[in-house]
């Protein structure tokens, strides 16, 4: 079994700053890609940013320019730095890791979400 465990949520005041962590654990061969996504209540889950087993990122075109993801590999974890955080930012936020569990056997596992609330 794999687990995601997030950290870093809370609240900050518009023009802030956050940075959110997430750590796989458990039992498993590698970890491809992560990323984050987040749902604002009566939105759907989008896709923040993610990045691949090679460092490759992808952001959303609302977080581009004031986010970076990173990811320490020895660490099996992943990291979400946002800057200039607005309103909008305001969602909870779920770690996504692509994982290959054994030969032939890739799973997509989700952390329990993390609440971010951009407020003065």
């Known amino acids: 079994q794999v687990q995601l465990v997030e950290s870093g949520g809370g609240l900050v005041q518009p023009g802030g700053s956050l940075r959110l962590s997430c750590t796989a654990s458990?039992?498993?061969?590698?970890?491809?890609?992560m990323g984050w996504y987040r749902q604002a209540p009566g939105k759907e889950r989008e896709l923040v940013a993610s990045?691949?087993?090679?460092?490759?990122?992808n952001y959303a075109d609302s977080v581009k320019g004031r986010s970076t993801i990173s990811r320490d590999n020895a660490k099996n974890t992943v990291y979400l730095e946002m800057n200039s955080l607005k309103g909008e930012d305001t969602a909870v936020y779920y770690c996504?890791?692509?994982?290959?569990?054994?030969?032939?056997?890739?799973?997509?596992?989700w952390g329990q979400g993390t609440q971010v609330t951009v407020s003065s």
């Open positions: 996504n890791a692509h994982v290959k569990v054994r030969t032939l056997l890739s799973r997509i596992y």
């Open positions: 458990g039992t498993f061969v590698s970890i491809n890609a």
């Open positions: 990045i691949s087993s090679g460092d490759w990122p």
